[in-house]
Each structure stands twice: as C-alpha cells, then as structure tokens.
C-alpha cells in the first residue's frame, strides 16, 4: 500500500501541487493524466524519492519513506521505475541489460540471472532476443526489455513514466498487455501517461491532477465518460480537439499535417487516416486559401476524435469565401476524387459567417 | 522533393524523390518545361516518389499532351501508393505505365 499524505512540492517559489493526498492499494493500477507540466512525473518520481518533496509524507508498506532515517535503498529495493525512452544500456545485449542489476546489486550467480532473465523475456514475449542489441529492436520491443529488467529485481512497486510516449501507436498494444499481465500478477502499478486511451484501458483507477492537486479519481469509467468535476470535463474535451486557425499568410502545409499526424497517433487510427492528412492539405486548404483570385480570407479546424472508435471528424469553417468550398472555382473534379477516396463523407454548408466543411475521417 | 534528371540521346528520364504535391510540383513542372525541347520520348521514374497530389498529376498531365506532339512518355518503377492515385483518378488509363 502507497499512502500519499498532504504532499507539496514547489521549484523555485513556483508550487508543482500542494496537498496531494492518495492511496494506492496493493495491485492496483493508478493512472495518472492531466496537463504538461501539471507535476505528473514529478508525483511519480516522489514515489521512489528521485525528487524530494517540500513537505508531505508517503508511507509504503507502513514506512515513511520520507522520515529522516529511511533507508531510501531498502525501499528502492521494492520499486521498480520503467522510462519514456527505455534507459536500456545500448553496449550490451539485451541479456545482459537484464542480469546486470540482479547479478552485481542482488548478488545472484550469472547461471541464476540468465535462468531467470530467459524467463522473464518469455513473460513479456521477447524470448529468442536474448543476443540482440536495443538498436536492433522497434520501441515496444525495447520497451518490454525494459519492462524484464525491471522484473528482475522483483519489485512489489512498479512506477511508469511515460511508457507509452516515444512509441509508434501499433507498438503501444504490446506494451499495454505486458502491464496488463503484471497487474494480474498483483504488481502494483503507478502510471503516469498523457495517452488517454492507454489510460482508459490499463487502469483500475484514474487520478485526474489538475491546478496543483488531486481534481478528481475514480474508474476509467468514471473518469472518461461520466467525469463530474468541471475541469475535469474541459481536459477531456480539450484532450479530444485539435484546433487550428489558419489564414493564406500563415498557412504552412506541412507543419500542419505534421501536427494533426502527432496529434491523431494519441488515438486509434487507420493508416488511410494518416494518409488523408496531406490530401486535406492538397485538395481543400489549398485551393481555398491560396486561390490566385478568390482566396477565403480564414480556415478554422477543428478536429474532434474519438475514444472509442477510429472515427474522427474534421470541421473546416471557412471564413471570406466566395462560395461552396467544395465547387468551382476553388475545387475541380480530380481535387474531390481525392477527397472521397480518404474520406468516409464529405459535405459542405453554408453558415452565418462563410461556409463549413465537415469531413469523416 | 529532389529530382534527378538523365538525357541520353533523345530520352529524358525524371526520377523525382520524395513528395510531388502543391509545393513542389511547380519545381517539376520548372523543370519540365526547360528540358522538354527537342527530346522524343520521356521516362518518369517513380521509384522513390512517396506521394502525390492534384498538382502532381496536373504536370503528368501536361508533359503527356507535350510529348503526344514531339514522341512518347512512360512512367516506371510506380509504387503501389502512387498506383492507387493514379487508378482513382483515371490517370492509369491515360498514361503509359511500364
């Protein structure tokens, strides 16, 4: 059991939070969201003592890890941390990355570590790399070395920092079933992740930190469907809509693709969707907004995805517009030929201000 | 987008690298106009082209009534990606595609 008692923690005068309070049962996985820079990380990293609090007390298994006196490394000795960019040491194979800390800190005889090491790479699905080198590895792949490494150590305590952050989206899956595996093994998890639908489907319980202290904790369900705090509900939406507002002087094509590419990756998506993002660019917001003789004079985006589902939808409201964005003289045939064939639908009308587009994805 | 251009005898080969979309396809199309003269026959090779708008097909376009005057034009080395373009589109219908 995690007890997080009245935690506060500042940088410099500026307060990360203060007054966090919560309890972390024996096999649970926490999730922590909330906003960059809102001190997720930093709560995490409380946990385990890498960043000290100004005040406060975290009791784990009935030791408070911050009295003066603790012996911080016989609590470390039960935690294990796993980090956004892996950490694993790129010399050594990734054997040897996994029998280093149990041999030369635990103490275990090579021909034990390497027994052990083969069966915890068949835990997390990786037997037969044994000899590899992370190079040699995709994210996940490295991720779930990891993830063994640390298991090596047999922690009761496993804190994840981002685990999701630097992976392609078709490797989050491999990694979200190791550390459903561990759970199941009663591992208890604290995990720390801007990946809402990871969140949504690795946790038992939610933690929604927000302006500087626990806002609201509950099941994913809860959490995401039925949130009850304010700024609870505004995260989500936020987290959900990517908006843009966009004008023929400050249009650039691929910086714009580029960030509704990283920002769809936070949810499920089909590889049609990755590619509709430059034929949006192409075949309507260009003609519409560079047009040499009738160029709206804005584009407003709003992306709006969904949890659930790959089915996002795209509203393009153009401002000082002539007329239909979707006809001539701002589209021909072949722009819409393209449009259709990324597109599940694709209409315009007309509004008070100009007209808007509304595309599924 | 990078393109590499090769004239033996009479045959002008285009191998454009990279993305032939509303930005670049006026550099092809550039290009194009000023090596067109006096060749007889023009080979695009698209192996390494990933992707590819309404303005790219626009300069295959032009370039194909440009040599239906003075020879032939053949494109080679299409990818499937660019392939589904150029099927969508009717433009694998009209060009040549070796």
Known sequence: MISIRNLSKSYEGNRVWSDVNLEIKDGETVVIIGESGGGKSTLLRCINRLVVPDSGEIWIDGVNILAPGTDINAVRWKMGMVYQHFNLFSHLSVLENIILAPMKVAGMSREDAVKEAKQLLARVGMSGRENAKPSELSGGQKQRVAIARTLAMHPDIILFDEPTSALDPTMVDEVESVIRTLAEDGITGVVVTHDLNFARRVASRVVFLADQSVCEEGTPEEIFDHPVNPKTQRFLYRSRVFERELTPDTLDLYALASEMRAFLRRFETEKRQERFLPVLCDELLYPVLMHPDYPAGSAAIRLLCSETSTRHTLFIRFRGIACDPLSEPYLDKLNLTLLDKFTEFIFSSCKEDGWEVCIQM | ?98
């Open chain 2, 1 to 98: 987008m990078t393109v590499q251009k090769t004239i033996q005898n009479q045959t002008l080969t285009i191998a454009p690298e990279g993305r032939l979309d509303t930005i670049t396809a006026p550099q092809l199309e550039s290009e194009l106009r000023s090596s067109l003269e006096g060749m007889t026959e023009l080979v695009f090779d698209l192996e390494k082209l990933v992707y590819i708008s309404s303005a790219g097909l626009r300069v295959l376009l032009s370039a194909q009534k440009t040599m239906n005057k003075q020879g032939t034009m053949v494109l080679k080395n299409v990818r499937p990606e660019i392939m589904e373009i150029l099927e969508i589109t009717g433009f694998a219908d009209i060009l040549t595609i070796r």
